[in-house]
């Protein structure tokens, strides 16, 4: 569920039109819903209501401080992975005692940060890693909180480049290494093991491969909780959202519709069968689920440049590319595109949708039926606030765009869109040159 759908004509975000933020804040502009963020936060708080949960947002799906702080007050801690996104959380006056630094190539000095501003934990990838940062412990005079990353040996049925729990990903330790390495661990003296984690891949869209890696961790868990005294099980983040229908699930009633069997996964769903898998534990649960959170809770605004008729073909050719949203051109993902201003009495276009970068796989959408619009108009692609923004580069010197975030009647600009003078601000010419 979410808060964008049409009032009349007109695409609104909660009650803003989109057509009044585009001709403030110009396109391309991600907009934000606080509302959504604010529901998805606590239906997933709410789906493991019997256990000690602790959300902690995985920044990386979007950092936007404004975000950020929206999570924080919500009560979320933050799972982190490198020194930029812990500055963040510091700088939206976040909790970085109720969040956690993870990644497979923490530097010294990231270690170091995470440790001197009292993480919760660390989540460590390998032995060389839990040797590292029991040295950096050390010099600090301080003992580092771990959890190892264990990885189970799960097929998510996701895209691959998106899952993380087969024994052949780069990601943690296999699981019949894992009490061996919280062996090395516990002799390490500037290390207190605390917890487990596990994450097995992202936009899942059934509870099943959660429920497997659970169930195969959870007697790793059980023993190192009478053995080590750990007192926490993150189970990581993935949940995956409704991509095809996103506007129409925003709605109640297009989830009442769909067959049981066919329903795509809820937060609902996701507690009724991990919570009696995790009961018995009796420890904290962490969830880490980024996507989830504030996937459907944005959208990209962007302006048509041209409709061209090319041979066979139709190209909408759009403000937005793949350098503000390079899903589309890296994962072949599928976000839906609808207009701001919708228009029933208009004819049906059927186009790929392009950006402006010279790349052929600048294309957010192939042979897509649209209603047909010109120059000018607006479209939103939904689904935009997860690996959005925080994916974007400046590429074809291309500059990042605005964001905004809504609240009721009320909007506002969240980051100004960047200027030509910023982005060549670290830049010179060598006077070898000049
Ligand atoms: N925890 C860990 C250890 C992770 O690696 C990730 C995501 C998460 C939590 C959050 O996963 P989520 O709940 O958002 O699915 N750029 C890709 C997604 C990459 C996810 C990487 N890890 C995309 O646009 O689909």
Redesign the pocket.
Known sequence: MHHFHYSGPSLQCEAVDLAAVARLYGTPTYVYSAATIAENFHRLQQSLAGLDVQICY?A??NSNLAVLRHCANLGAGF?L?SGGEIRRVIAAGGDLQASVF?GVGKTEDEIRLALENGVFAL?VESEPELARINHVAGKLGVKAPIAL?VNPDVDAHT?A??T?GRSDNK?GIPLKQAAGAYEVAAKLKNLTLRGV?M?I????TTVAPFAEAVQKVAPLVADLQANHGITYFSI?????IVYKDALASGAQAWWDAQPAAQRPLTPEAYGETLTPLLAPLGLKVLL??????V?NAGVLLTRVEHLKRGANKNFLVVDAAMNDL??PA??E?YHEIVPVQRDSSRRALVADVVGPVCESGDCFAKDRQLQEVGEGELLALMSAG??GFT?ASRYNTRALAAEVLVNGSAFELVRQRETFAQMIAGEKVPAFLQ
């Open positions: 995985a990386k799906a799972d992975v993870a989540h990353r895209h480049k998106i993380t990601f984690q994450h891949g992202s936009q899942l990581g983040g993935g949940m995956g880490e689920h980024g996507r989830f959170i996937g390079v899903r890296m994962y993902s997860a690996y994916m």
